[in-house]
């Protein structure tokens, strides 16, 4: 990198424009996009997975996803997680484990961590003047048929739920 | 949408500042970014999947990954896919068929359509200047304990491999 331009910043993105050295030797721009990292959470009570019904704007539809959040300022993944995770659906997580990460965009060094929650309990619901939530539980049937079917398309729930499956058939 | 302001825009990525009105009577504004659709494709080859090792800025690491690549103007995703598959592999794809597509980012309208490639037969390799790529083969075990490790992070890489894992489970 012999040149880093910050082209556009807002409170969620920044855009950077990289000028950078090959390992060829020639030179390119590259545009970064900086978002900040995120937690998705699945949460497991009683054989049901627990998802939350939100009216996503800029595709202007309601999606079926894991409760999701920014990780805030100071905060570890897990800390985040537990906090979504009852302000998005107003469980507690008595036990939450992690699941992996993965990058959503190869033009960022974003980060979204995956968590499995356990030992729900009930707590307190706060959810943001933007979202509008549902909270509603399926089976693992229900899931798998989702699944197959295409049903569900937000990256990390994909990658979590699939993880999940993958996690729980026998002998795999 | 009340107004929608270009804040940022270059060949691979624009960002727009959208000011909306929420169901609940509410203005506020909303940053979208807009990155254009890709494909990415899992080219199963004599019971081994072919993947690729590609050095990822701004991550500034080797990253193993499923061949990806941006749908260009006219072009549909299963051209894409094609044409993709071949530049970045030298690898020409007898059969293509969609496994599905995802959102990569809550914050953007863009698609990541997933492709299984079969039949595979020797083509012509072409890379970009940017791109320096390794063609690697793995077994379907290989893949399985590298998804278990977590050692897999490009998103379309992992809901495509995974994918294709639930799909071959037997009784699944």
Chains 1, 2 share one sequence.
Request: glycine residues 6%; aromatic residues 10%.
């Amino acid at each position: 990198v012999i040149d880093s331009e910050v082209s556009y910043q807002s409170k969620f993105v920044s855009v950077l424009d990289d000028t950078v050295i090959l390992p060829n030797g020639q030179e390119t721009t590259f545009t970064r996009v900086e978002l900040k990292d995120y937690v998705t959470i699945l949460p497991f009570l009683e054989d049901k997975i627990l998802m939350i019904e939100i009216f996503r704007y800029p595709r202007n539809c309601l999606n079926l996803e894991l409760p999701s959040g920014q990780i805030e300022e100071g905060e570890s993944p897990k800390e985040s997680a537990f906090r979504e995770l009852e302000e998005e659906t107003g469980y507690r997580a008595g036990k939450l484990e992690s699941i992996g990460f993965f990058h959503p965009l190869s033009r960022s060094t974003q980060k979204a961590h995956l968590f499995l929650a356990n030992e729900l309990k009930e707590g307190e619901r706060k959810l943001d003047m933007t979202e509008q939530i549902n909270v509603k539980f399926y089976s693992i049937k229900e899931i798998r048929k989702m699944l197959s079917a295409g049903k569900l398309t937000h990256a990390p729930t994909l990658v979590a739920l699939q993880k999940f499956m993958l996690m729980n058939i026998n002998g795999y």
